[in-house]
């Protein structure tokens, strides 16, 4: 079973518009990773957040992440029509050296 | 550079048939791992390969083998596939098999068993 789940499972916005997904898992970890997945592509990585940080920024993308509650959330700032894609979270099942496990995803469409 | 190249873009299998899917890399990453991704159920993982020589189960082996003779290549074998492999395959690599070391994805194979 999926380590992480994300939420919403889908998500439609407006251009301009900030779009947040969340992620919760199960177990503890080591770190957590989103990526993007444009349609029929492969899976691009965007960002990891270590267990010990809070808050995390790149470019529009902003990670946060709360081990108290097991969750973690992606906001994108400001969206473009180009951020339309399925964002995945993925984190290690157990800890050591074992591999990334991803969810399911949370496609986004973001209309011009 | 072109990274993790993946060969066949597509195919169509007759049910029990044999068929390797291709996958190399020319990042020099100990780590390699094969996903199928399915409608529903997102990406999971089928085998990994943590250096050249070793290989791991997954969390849906079954029905799939692999093998790393080398850094660079890490092929999926299907010995007889079945309608229920129809799905789009992607093979990833990382520097190093740890959770701190993102994946880098193959364009993905789509198959199709009949």
């Known amino acids: 079973s999926q380590q992480g789940e994300e939420d919403p499972q889908a998500l439609s916005i407006q251009e301009g518009e900030n779009a947040t997904m969340n992620c919760s898992y199960k177990t503890s970890i080591n770190n957590l990773q989103w990526y993007r997945q444009n349609s029929g592509r492969g899976l691009v990585h965007l960002i990891l957040i270590r267990s010990n940080e809070r808050e995390k920024h790149s470019g529009r993308l902003r990670v946060t992440l709360d081990t108290s509650k097991k969750s973690s959330s992606l906001l994108i700032t400001a969206s473009r029509a180009a951020d339309t894609a399925s964002y995945f979270c993925?984190?290690?099942?157990?800890?050591?050296?074992?591999?990334?496990?991803f969810g399911k995803g949370t496609r986004l469409s973001v209309i011009a | 550079i072109a990274g993790i190249t993946q060969a066949p873009t597509s195919q169509i299998l007759a049910a029990g048939r044999r068929m390797t899917l291709r996958c190399t890399q020319d990042m020099r990453h100990n780590a390699m791992y094969w996903y199928r991704q399915d409608l529903g159920l997102g990406l999971r993982l089928i085998h990994y390969?943590?250096?050249?020589?070793?290989?791991g189960k997954g969390e849906v082996p079954d029905g799939y083998s692999v093998s790393r003779a080398n850094t660079d290549d890490f092929p999926l074998t299907l010995a007889s596939a079945v309608p229920s492999q129809t799905s789009v395959y992607f093979c990833?690599?990382?520097?190093?098999?740890?959770?701190?070391?993102?994946?880098?994805f193959g364009p993905g194979t789509r198959l199709t068993v009949l």
């Open positions: 390969s943590n250096t050249a020589g070793t290989t």
């Open positions: 990833a690599s990382s520097e190093q098999g740890s959770s701190y070391n993102e994946q880098f």
């Open positions: 993925a984190t290690v099942k157990n800890s050591g050296n074992t591999p990334l496990v």
